[in-house]
């Protein structure tokens, strides 16, 4: 069982940064696959990127490559999203969750946070 919690997010102005992280309680966390995803007012949940279990590989939606960064620290059971050149299309509620295996799609992962806002405006 691993129980994730977000924090990090905001308001902040387009072209401006925020940072997300993601703390899970268990001592399973360093086994895991790592991943955010966003949803925005009636779409559909989306990923953003992802990270591995040891962090030495790294996956990122077309949408946000070159703008965010994920990476983990095991030993603080923590994973971060940084979030540099924020749009007003990144605007949503997001999701840090962990699966067995990296997977881009929502059904691949097993515990989900409760989400985290990040509001961009323009």
């Known amino acids: 069982q691993v129980q994730l919690v977000e924090s990090g997010g905001g308001l902040v102005q387009a072209g401006g940064s925020l940072r997300l992280s993601c703390a899970a309680s268990?001592?399973?966390?360093?086994?895991?696959?790592m991943g955010w995803f966003r949803q925005a007012p009636g779409k559909e949940r989306e990923f953003v990127a992802a990270?591995?279990?040891?962090?030495?590989?790294?996956y990122y939606a077309d949408s946000v490559k070159g703008r965010f960064t994920i990476s983990r620290d095991n030993a603080k059971n923590t994973v971060y999203l940084q979030m540099n050149s924020l749009k007003p299309e990144d605007t949503a509620v997001y999701y840090c969750?962990?699966?067995?295996?990296?997977?881009?799609?929502?059904?691949?992962?097993?515990?989900w946070g409760q989400g985290t806002q990040v509001t961009v405006s323009s």
């Open positions: 268990g001592r399973t966390f360093s086994s895991y696959a």
């Open positions: 969750a962990a699966a067995r295996v990296n997977s881009d799609s929502p059904r691949g992962y097993d515990y």
């Open positions: 990270i591995s279990w040891s962090g030495g590989s790294t």
